[in-house]
């Protein structure tokens, strides 16, 4: 069964730091695009940051930008959302998911998952 799970997920104070992971199964996550998307409570979801194949291309949301790294691990068949500076506005869900767009010169990928999105992972920014 293919499969991206999140974890990594928890509640942080103002400033800290998270580090989301995203695991692959049934395939080889390095033959496609992923994307982390949030989403807040009573907001549409939205993307965060994305990863072409090799790694070499990124985007990150305004918000994200300078605060988040994206990264994958070909070894672990995983991809890595580092999250710094946090905010309480970065509270929400997160999920990782197949994406389309790492090359383009639109400011973020599309998602186009496999399926349906996973759970998740739950991300509470508060002091």
């Known amino acids: 069964q293919l499969q991206l799970v999140e974890s990594g997920g928890g509640l942080v104070q103002p400033g800290g730091s998270l580090r989301l992971s995203c ?22 979801r939205e993307g965060v940051s994305c990863i072409s194949p090799t790694g070499s291309r990124t985007k990150y949301a305004e918000s994200a930008k300078g605060r988040f790294i994206i990264s994958r691990d070909k070894a672990k068949n995983a991809v890595y959302l580092q999250m710094n500076s946090l905010k309480p506005e970065d509270t929400g869900i997160y999920y990782c998911t197949r994406a389309e767009g790492a090359l383009t010169l639109q ?21």
């Open 107 to 127: 400011p973020m990928c599309v998602a186009t998952p496999l399926g349906s999105w996973g759970q998740g992972t739950q991300v509470t920014v508060s002091s």
């Open 23 to 44: 695991a692959a199964s049934g395939f080889s996550s390095d033959v496609l695009t992923i994307a982390w998307f949030r989403q807040a409570p009573g907001k549409a």
